[in-house]
């Protein structure tokens, strides 16, 4: 069972009268891979930072293993940072860089004023441990100038974690490096967290390294956490619009909940998974592009007209035009500019979630447009139509 180790309780930041975090409270857990994702802006490295203990929180407190350490200094919590300037130093070599921490002593824990220095042979195993760990055995004596992008990155976490901390902080740390190499990385330190079993925080605001490193994401915007869960709670189950546009492509509606399982989107009613809302309640409704199924007109669901088509390798984006409001679609099947088609959509392709400040503000494929009022009148729908909608009970 995994416990926790870290909290932030009701831990605000304000900067020159700005507030940068709101209230948050979070706990992160022993052994766990957590990513924090937000914009650009929202306090992602403020809130490590807080946690790393080089910024002390506006109000709130922040516990270690349930001893609140707001005012223990940086070097005496069992946490280090991986910075996005990893600031390696350039005269020492691979190997000196990562023993460069064991070699300062330490100050005992019981705080006695006998300072603790490692023998040579134990900063020798710790290091060529580490550089195993992050594969880097062999390149002791290369000079830093002489690594790639990548190999520096790994010197980082190497130097990093050779003091062995319970928690690796890092900020942003695969965000100088290019495209391909981020792929590795992000495999490479997934696998070097479950070799260790400690708890690795990471920050960055893509969303698919989110999803592909975590075992929890924490979803962040202006300072406020918008949700926590798995990568697939996140990516299935959207709190609010903001995570829904954040995280992945989506087409957000307005939709009202007529009953548990039953909600109204374009006039017609849909069976889907969602209940617990009150009768009636205006609601925003996600659907991936994926979960839209494309089909004859006259089996559709909704009908629509296609008005411009992407080829994107596994995939054609396909992007619909229904009553005004542009979806987005990513089907295999290839549907030409202007053909009418139907659309079919599963119960569980319905996501709904409560309206919020962000409502109205996403889904370039279904925003706001004059035919609106039209359509919520049903008498545009012709009857054939109408009686549709009735039997989508
Ligand atoms: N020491 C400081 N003094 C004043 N303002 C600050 C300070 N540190 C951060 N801020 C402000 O707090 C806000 C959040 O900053 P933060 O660095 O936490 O964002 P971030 O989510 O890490 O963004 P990015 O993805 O761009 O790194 C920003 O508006 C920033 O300008
Ligand atoms: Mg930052």
Not at 281 to 304: F, K, M, N, T, W
Request: glycine share 8%.
């Amino acid at each position: 069972m995994s416990k926790e180790l870290i909290r932030l309780k009701d831990v605000t930041q304000v900067f020159d009268g700005e507030t940068v975090l709101k209230d948050v409270n979070i706990y992160f857990n022993d052994s766990e891979f957590l990513t924090l994702l937000g914009p650009s802006g929202c306090g992602k490295t403020t809130m490590l930072r807080i946690i790393g203990g080089f910024q002390t929180p506006t109000s709130g407190d922040v516990f270690f293993d349930g001893v609140r350490i707001n005012d223990v200094p940086p070097y005496r919590r069992q946490v280090n940072t991986v910075f996005q300037k990893y600031a390696l130093f350039p005269h020492l070599n691979v190997y000196d860089n990562v023993a460069f921490g064991l070699r300062i002593p330490k100050e005992a824990p019981d705080g006695s004023r006998e300072k603790i220095k490692l023998s040579k042979e134990e900063i020798d195993r710790r290091v060529r441990e580490m550089l195993e760990v992050v594969s880097l055995k062999g390149f002791e004596h290369r000079s830093i100038a002489s690594l790639s992008g990548g190999q520096q990155q790994r010197v980082a976490i190497a130097r990093a974690l050779v003091n062995r901390p319970k928690v690796l902080l890092l900020d942003e740390p695969l965000g100088a490096l290019d495209m391909r190499l981020r792929k590795d990385m992000q495999q490479e330190l997934k696998r070097i967290q479950q070799r260790l079993g400690i708890t690795f925080i990471n920050v960055t605001h893509d969303q698919e390294e989110a999803l592909a490193m975590s075992d929890t994401v924490v979803v962040i915007n202006e300072g406020v956490i918008q949700q926590i869960g798995t990568p697939e709670d996140i990516y299935n189950e959207p709190k609010n619009a903001f995570v829904a546009d954040f995280i992945g492509e989506s087409n957000i509606v307005d939709g009202i909940m007529r009953a548990d399982r039953v909600v109204e989107i374009f006039n017609r009613r849909f069976t889907c998974l969602d209940s617990g809302f009150e009768k009636d309640e205006p609601v925003d409704v996600v659907i991936r592009p994926e979960d839209v199924d494309i089909v004859s007109e006259a089996e559709g669901q909704l009908r629509g007209v296609v008005t411009s088509v992407t080829f994107k390798g596994v995939h054609y984006d396909t992007i619909v035009d229904f009553y005004g409001f542009k979806w987005l679609i990513q089907t295999t099947d290839y549907c030409p500019v202007d053909s009418h088609i139907g659309i079919k959509i599963d119960p569980d392709g319905f996501h709904v979630m409560k309206k919020s400040k962000y409502s109205g503000m996403f889904g370039d494929y279904s925003s706001y447009s004059e035919e609106y009022d039209e359509i919520n009148d049903p008498t545009i729908l012709d009857e054939e139509e109408a009686e549709g909608a009735e039997d989508e009970d």
